[in-house]
């Protein structure tokens, strides 16, 4: 089998030609319409499925990062657990912030939520903090 190499193309778009006179633009636009489908932008369908972009999801995202901070979670990359309890604090503290930055303009579900994960992040840090 013959691998093909990837790589990129270099198009000169300049005007004029190496003699200083007009270049025939029929030419260039005759040579767009043959590039192949193959050399097409990645799809979007090759990326992971997202969550829906919600309040709910934005604070599970900062409570996520808390407890890869607390080293609850592993690294993805090495596959180590590691403590950083300023950047968990820091962390904890954002979302103390939007809770009252956003305070009388959530639903009652959001409330609860961040109310809930706020209490457990807390309980969490102080015990990190004991061992």
């Given at each position: 089998m013959a691998e093909e190499e990837k790589g990129f193309v270099i198009k000169d778009r300049r005007s004029f030609d190496e003699k200083g006179e007009l270049k025939d633009t029929k030419l260039e636009?005759?040579?767009?319409?043959?590039?192949?489908g193959d050399q097409?932008?990645?799809?979007?369908?090759?990326?992971?499925?997202?969550?829906?972009?919600?309040?709910?999801?934005?604070?599970?995202?900062?409570?996520?990062?808390?407890?890869?901070?607390l080293g609850e979670i592993a690294d993805p990359q090495s596959g180590k657990?590691?403590?950083?309890?300023?950047?968990?604090?820091?962390?904890?503290?954002?979302?103390?912030?939007?809770?009252?930055?956003?305070?009388?303009?959530?639903?009652?579900?959001?409330?609860?939520?961040?109310?809930?994960v706020l209490t457990d992040l807390r309980w969490r840090y102080v015990n990190s903090t004991k061992e």
């Open positions: 636009e005759e040579a767009k319409k043959e590039v192949p097409a932008p990645e799809k979007e369908a090759e990326h992971p499925l997202l969550p829906e972009v919600s309040f709910n999801s934005l604070i599970f995202s900062l409570s996520s990062t808390v407890l890869f901070h657990k590691a403590k950083d309890l300023p950047l968990a604090k820091h962390t904890i503290d954002t979302i103390a912030m939007l809770k009252e930055k956003t305070e009388g303009n959530l639903t009652e579900e959001e409330k609860k939520f961040i109310e809930n």
